[in-house]
């Protein structure tokens, strides 16, 4: 990838816990300069603001600063999705449905609008369908158009492993696919740690419990924190989608992704293993997965078809 004449520009769109956080890991990181964008009048330029004036102490050079004015973001490299209401105790990414579509979709049309060749990170739930939305609103080609799930439901799965093996983190590898809700799918033929099969070191009736918690970890933190949802975490997975952008570093990372035949599946997104580089998603790698995560897999996306379904426009 040619060096960059100028430092990315990437916009978050929404000023909330999520999108505040996202911008103070990208910032942290030094991975661009960081366009804040909220509806609430002084949001994001208080925030932009308290970021920048940290950046003195944190040995950062990005700048950051926040706007009501979607024109601000003009000629932006990538775009990250967090606008939306999140979830409350008791409700379901897909409870969300309605209320985030009609957001997501006025978000789609303003960015794409202002910046026609950025890619764009969704993470805006119930994120498989608002991913789907955002692609057919803004009519970029789907490589350009990707939701964040498979980062965060992976260090999940890696952090409840960790802690059940008193182990590092750094050593355990594993791939979650799947819609990012309760039918996401653990790979756990892909698990290992240094390279030992997670099943061997690891009773099947305990890991099944590791992947129920996987599957439930965002409303564990909705049950304790029971006035929002994560967001440490879900920032630091989009850090992490915007380097391997940015960079062009072609992560082979989990990500919610349009299928036009993969895995069976059409018309549809899902979280699948892909290259992760400068052009967004440069390939979906096709893995021999076992017979009960392939159908797992197919289920989960049949899933995600049926809230497509149920989209009003």
């Not at 890991?25 to 609430?40: N, P």
């Not at 897999?297 to 497509?308: C, D, F, G, Q, T």
Request: proline letters at 4%; a negative charge.
């Amino acid at each position: 990838m040619a060096r960059r004449e100028r430092r990315c520009k990437i916009t978050v769109v929404g000023a909330g816990q999520v999108g505040a956080t996202t911008a103070h890991w990208l910032v942290s990181e030094q991975l661009g300069d960081v366009m804040l964008v909220d509806i609430a009048e002084g949001m994001a330029a208080g925030k932009a603001l308290d970021l920048l004036e940290a950046t003195p102490i944190a040995g950062s050079d990005c700048f950051i600063v926040g706007h009501c004015d979607y024109a601000k973001t003009a000629g932006s490299d990538i775009i990250v999705i967090t606008a939306g209401v999140p979830r409350k105790p008791g409700m379901s990414r897909d409870d969300l449905l309605q209320t985030n579509a009609g957001i997501v979709k006025d978000v789609a049309e303003q960015v794409s609008r202002h910046s026609p060749d950025a890619v764009i990170i969704v993470v805006s739930n119930p994120l498989d369908v608002m991913t789907w939305l955002t692609m057919k609103v803004s009519g970029f080609p789907p490589e350009r158009v990707i939701g964040m799930a498979g980062v965060l439901d992976t260090a999940r799965f890696r952090t409840f492993i960790a802690l059940e093996l008193g182990v590092s983190v750094e050593d355990v590898q594993a791939m979650v696919l799947g819609g990012h809700g309760d039918s996401m799918v653990p790979l756990v033929s892909c698990t290992s740690v240094s390279g030992i099969p997670v099943a061997q070191l690891i009773p099947h009736d305990r890991l099944a419990e590791l992947i129920k918690r996987t599957a439930n970890g965002g409303a564990e933190i909705v049950n304790l924190l029971k006035t929002g949802s994560a967001f440490y975490a879900p920032g630091a997975a989009v850090a992490q989608m915007v380097e391997a952008i940015e960079r062009d570093k072609k992560r082979v990372l989990p990500a919610a992704v349009y299928c036009r035949g993969e895995y069976g599946l059409d018309d549809v997104y899902i979280g699948l293993p892909i290259v992760l580089g400068a052009g967004g998603c440069e390939k979906i790698l096709q893995l021999q997965l076992a017979p009960d995560e392939l159908e797992a897999l197919r289920k989960s996306a049949a899933e995600v078809k049926a809230n497509i379904a149920k989209l009003k426009l």
